[in-house]
């Protein structure tokens, strides 16, 4: 008898899986490649000043210039939480580095 309990609690554990699984949303491989095969949108710049030279800092100072001249499109996501937006007018945290304000 016990035997025969285990078999049905069993199958019954089978079933709710399998019944589970089938419910669960699944994303079709055609449509994972046809978001990949989807071009990306230029995005356009807040900031459109050039940033400063780095040969025009030392230390720490000249390599984030360094860095914000490689990765402007990143730095120009990002906010600044000084609040250069509010006193002196900046668009991003890449604003910082084309007028001197990241230096200081």
Do not use: N
Request: proline share 5%; aromatic share 6%.
């Amino acid at each position: 008898m016990k035997w025969i309990a285990a078999v049905v609690l069993l199958a019954i554990g089978a079933g709710a899986a399998l019944a589970w699984k089938s419910d669960s949303p699944t994303v079709a491989t055609s449509d994972i490649q046809i978001a990949a095969a989807r071009p990306q949108q230029a995005r356009v710049r807040r900031e459109t000043r050039p940033t400063l030279d780095p040969a025009r800092f030392v230390g720490k100072a000249a390599v984030t210039h360094q860095i914000a001249r490689e990765i402007p499109d990143t730095l120009d996501q990002l906010y600044c939480y000084c609040q250069c937006d509010k006193s002196i007018g900046h668009k991003s945290l890449l604003s910082c580095y084309t007028d001197g304000h990241a230096a200081t």
